[in-house]
């Protein structure tokens, strides 16, 4: 069973995560962020059936397993799916919803489909291992995505600051995951060090973004020039 | 090798994503002018110095903290250490480097005085309140 500092991160990311919808609500930013509210609501379901199946399976249990590795693969693409919803909002103006939503679900299957012929060649439980190949890969996808928004957001001058923090911080959150999950795969006798970060990260964007919706109204505006590394 | 790749390339990024993060949080209170019992305590008029920042950070334990201020103190003090890892390490070897990281510093430092600010208006407005029958 999880120690109790785990417990406390556990229970402390998912109020984050309630804190989230909360915060969205009382700014009435529920339906213009639809989808990451939405992912956030799965987050905190995925949460509480986790502690469900955590306390009458157990940890070493395939149950446990199973639920943690194919939730969060059906997360990961709702986060996904979020992603590409920030993209309509800075293509907004330019009416390119529809060729973004395309490009989503072209990428979403091109990962799918890579993923799947990586497990094929090497490894005999292939949906297992195929759900967490295609997490893992739909991060570093996730977050070259994040990178191309962040330089359209710079280059279309983009200036809502709500929605600068959101992106930046779904950057940092998608980088993190992906250093842990490059981390895990080259040091493979530490994995248990790494994986035990998992949760530690995962409180990253619940607060960024409760704190982005609590904090910045929404027509908060800033320059995005003054905030680029690289100019 | 792969791994490898996906190592660096997240590392690169997250400290992009992280510095721009960072100054997003500090933008807002670069334009705000500071109240005139803050330059007096911290003899910061318009622009900080580098250096300033521990000095203000000491007066701003001395007030009693708000909530609001916590959060935001914490990730723009993480990123004040950074910027002085980056002067006294890499920057050693490019002068460009260690203006910048100063120019940064200085901006983390206004941000705290601005929030010294806020935080002297708190305990006034909370002082008032205790002195109401």
Not at chain 1, 120 to 129: E, F, T, V
Not at chain 1, 142 to 160: D, S
Not at chain 2, 61 to 79: F, H, I, M, T
Request: aromatic share 14%; proline share 4%; glycine share 4%.
């Amino acid at each position: 069973m999880p120690g109790p500092l785990q417990y406390f991160i556990w229970f402390s990311c998912t109020l984050l995560e309630v804190a989230v919808l909360v915060c969205a609500y009382r700014r009435q930013a529920i339906r213009q962020y639809f989808l990451l509210n939405l992912y956030i609501s799965c987050e905190v379901i995925a949460s509480v059936v986790r502690f469900e199946i955590l306390h009458h399976y157990g940890l070493s249990s395939l149950n446990y397993a199973y639920f943690y590795y194919y939730s969060d693969a059906l997360l990961t693409i709702l986060l996904f799916l979020a992603l590409s919803s920030l993209y309509s909002q800075v293509f907004g103006e330019l009416n390119a919803g529809r060729y973004v939503q395309f490009g989503a679900l072209f990428l979403l299957s091109a990962t799918a489909l890579f993923s799947f012929a990586v497990v094929q060649q090497s490894s005999a439980k292939l949906l297992s291992h195929f759900v967490f190949e295609l997490s893992q890969n739909l991060y570093f996808v996730g977050l070259v995505l994040t990178y191309i928004l962040w330089a359209a957001i710079l280059k279309l001058r983009e200036t809502r600051t709500r929605l600068i923090q959101i992106v930046l911080s779904l950057g940092i959150y998608f980088s993190l995951y992906a250093a842990n999950y490059a981390l895990r795969n080259l040091y493979p006798s530490m994995e248990s060090v790494f994986q035990s970060l998992n949760p530690l990260i995962g409180c990253f964007l619940p607060f960024a973004w409760a704190y982005a919706f609590w904090r910045i109204p929404d027509d908060a505006r800033l320059e995005p020039s003054r905030l680029a590394v690289i100019r | 090798m792969m791994a490898v790749v996906i190592l660096v390339c997240s590392l690169i990024l997250m400290l992009q994503f992280f510095v721009s993060y960072c100054r997003s949080l500090i933008a807002a209170s670069a334009k705000e002018p500071l109240p005139l019992e803050v330059q007096e305590v911290t003899g910061i008029s318009r622009s900080a110095s580098a250096d300033d920042f521990s000095r203000v950070i000491q007066l701003l334990n001395l007030c009693p903290e708000r909530p609001e201020d916590r959060s935001q103190l914490r990730v723009v003090g993480a990123y004040y250490r950074l910027l002085g890892f980056v002067r006294s390490t890499i920057a050693l070897f490019a002068p460009s480097l260690k203006a910048w990281a100063d120019r940064e510093r200085a901006l983390c430092a206004y941000f705290a005085a601005v929030t010294l600010g806020r935080r002297i208006a708190f305990s006034r407005n909370l002082l008032a309140q205790q002195m109401l029958p």
